[in-house]
């Protein structure tokens, strides 16, 4: 999947500023950079929630999305999945699947930011999409919930082969999940390369400083 330039600014300040890149078909590209490097500003922009400077990124197929933070209906956990049109058992099996059963009935306002994150993992992977855009979905998650999304998040791109753009904090997330590593630093391209290399040997220094930061 090839991609335009794509620049964004706010007022002078330009927050994104990326040359055309093509994304791999069928590969799990992580983005990774420090606090406000552009990431959800790129994730955003790719989701089609936010134009870009010279107008939006053409669309070549489904996109599904899980922004950064989501909120669920005020409404019962099972019925928020079946919002999708899904039946009652494939709901369950959903439920089941990323550990939320227990909390079926449960009104989902009132769950924890971990299991509302889960709940909206659930929730988009009850469909297929081409391109599947993820901005930190295991931020709010502990290690056991975290292994389990990245579990079915392998499972369901191996059965639809979908595009994924996995922005994440996580430089292990990203090296267990990732074939393709994005660094940004100051909404620019720092680095993009094949995930085991470039986290082993990053050819930029602001990677290394990054890499030697969390000590991998
Ligand atoms: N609506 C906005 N108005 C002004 N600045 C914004 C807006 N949205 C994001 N930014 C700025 O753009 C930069 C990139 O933000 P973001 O993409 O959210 O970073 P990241 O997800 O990498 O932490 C940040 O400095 C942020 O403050
Ligand atoms: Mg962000």
Redesign the pocket.
Known sequence: MKLPPITKT??S?G??DLPALELEDGVIHAVI??????????ARILAGVLVPDGGAVPRTGRVGYMP?RSYPFRMSVLRNLRLTGAGRDRAMAQLEAFGLAGLARQNAKGLSGGEAARLALARLLMEEYSLLIL?EPTAAMDVAATLLAEELLLQYQARTGCTVIL?THSLTQARRLAGQVLF?RD?HLAERGEAGELLRHPRCAETRAFLDFYAL
């Open positions: 706010y007022g300040r927050v994104l950079g420090a606090n406000g490097s552009g990431k959800s500003t790129l950064q901005d922005v940004l909404g």
